[in-house]
């Protein structure tokens, strides 16, 4: 089978140019999109993500503010901090990098962002809207996993999709979306009874587990469409690989993201999405 490879890189660039067109057509009318992004602590990953998000912003026509908070930063100084982003009226979207320090509570965070300024879809209120199938905020990686599928014109109804990981970030609202259009969902996950005789049901598997190169392809249908959500980073080699094991499911499969240059570019063109999203909802 002559498998597709999913350019991932490609698409998110498509939809960044959308966004950027939206944002330009707000900012005519008179509303600016600005995007608050607070980073606490200086995990260097979190540092390599916040800035990313940052240059994004610029291409995008969104004003992003930065806020850098040291590692000792107690909970209730963040907290205040959300609070001020809240009410001001000029931020649309506010971002708190994860994960935090140990002395903050990431559940208290996320609850005191106000929803419709909850730009990563985290807010209670954001996962609710999503499970009662009602418009609201959504996670930026599964929605991106959406946008890829969508575009590469992958018929979700009536097929079975597994997703492997039960994550709130990427597996429980990567399965939402799913079934929203109507696809039979299955969660699997680390203690999944024979995971491989379950992956091999699916015509769609999203695989965000985790563990480099775990998917091989004796997990995989005939055919079947693999999303490769994992960045895992080989130690020895200093490389980046998904959870599947992407040249032996290859010729196996229908359409494949390869890592990188799959999902994770989808990741920050949703974002920039959302920021435009909350910012015109806000505008109403
Ligand atoms: N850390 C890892 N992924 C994410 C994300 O999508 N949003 C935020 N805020 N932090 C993260």
New binding site residues.
Partial sequence: MDAKIIDGKAIAAQIREEVRRDVELLKMRGKNVTLAVVLVGDDPA?AV?VRNKKRACETTGITSLSYELPADTTEDKLLALIGKLNRREDVDGI?????LPPQIDEHHVICAIDPVKDV?G?HPTNVGLLATGKPGLV???PAGVMELLKRTGVELSGKEAVVIGRSN?VGKPMAQLLLRENATVTIAHSRTADLASVVRRADVVVAAVGRPRMITPDYIKEGAVVIDVGINRIAETGKLCGDVDFDAVLPHCRAITPVPGGVGPM?IAM?MRNCYEAASQRRK
Avoid: A, E, H, N
Wanted: hydrophobic share 40%; net charge negative; with cysteine.
């Fill in positions: 979190s993500y971002l708190v990098q994860m994960p990563d985290f996670s930026c990686t970030i990741t974002l």
